[in-house]
C-alpha cells in the first residue's frame, strides 16, 4: 500500500466508498444524502490542507484521508483529519497507515496537537484505534448523534499532542 497527495482523478474512487459510507449514516455527521458536489466541497480541503489517498499495487484506492487547521487564527496549531477508508478493504490496516501517515504529516507541517471533534461513541473499531494511535478522550456531547440503529449515542471530542 502507498499513501499519497489524492490528484482529481482519485474523486470518483473516493466518491464511490464516501457515498456508501455517509448514507449509512453510522460514523459521519454528514447529511446522509450528500450530493457529490457538496461531498467533494466537504472532502476536497482547499490548500494548505491536505488530502492523502491509499492505493494498493493495482492502483486502487482503498482510503482517505484529510489534515487541516481544526481552528483559524489562535487554534491553527491544533490540526483537524477525517479518514475512509472503503468497507471493502476494512481489517487491512489501511485506517492505522492513513492516521499514522497523516500525524507524520501534521507534525511536519508544524502543527502542535490534534483533535478529532465527532467520534462517534459507538465507532468501537475507530475509538480504539485511535486510542491505539496515543489519542485520549477529552470530551463527549451527550447524545450528539443520531445513529440509524442505536439512536441517540454520543460523540466524542479527541485528542493527542504531536
Known amino acids: 500500500m502507498e499513501i499519497r ?3 482529481p482523478d482519485d474523486w470518483p474512487r473516493i466518491w ?3 457515498r ?3 448514507a449509512a449514516g453510522e460514523t459521519y455527521t454528514w447529511p446522509r444524502d450528500v450530493d457529490e458536489e457538496q461531498a467533494r466541497r466537504l472532502w ?3 490548500p494548505p490542507g491536505r488530502v492523502v489517498v491509499a492505493v494498493d499495487t493495482d ?3 482503498l482510503g482517505s484521508g484529510k489534515l487541516v487547521a481544526n481552528q483559524a487564527g489562535p487554534g491553527g496549531h491544533v490540526a483537524n483529519a477525517s479518514f475512509m477508508v472503503d468497507p471493502a478493504a476494512g481489517g487491512r490496516g489501511v485506517g492505522r497507515a492513513l492516521g499514522a501517515y497523516v ?3 501534521a ?3 508544524g ?3 490534534m483533535q478529532f471533534n465527532a467520534v462517534v461513541a459507538t465507532n468501537t473499531r475507530a475509538v480504539a484505534l485511535w486510542r491505539s494511535l496515543g489519542f485520549d478522550v477529552v470530551g463527549r456531547v451527550p447524545e450528539g448523534f443520531r445513529h440509524p440503529t442505536e439512536g441517540y449515542v454520543d460523540l466524542l471530542v479527541m485528542h493527542r499532542f504531536l
Request: hydrophobic share 60%; charged share 25%; aromatic share 8%.
Open 5 to 7: 497527495d489524492a490528484a
Open 16 to 18: 464511490a466508498f464516501l
Open 20 to 22: 456508501e459510507i455517509v
Open 44 to 46: 476536497l480541503a482547499p
Open 59 to 61: 492502483g486502487t484506492v
Open 103 to 105: 500525524l507524520d504529516l
Open 107 to 109: 507534525r511536519a507541517e
Open 111 to 113: 502543527y502542535r496537537a
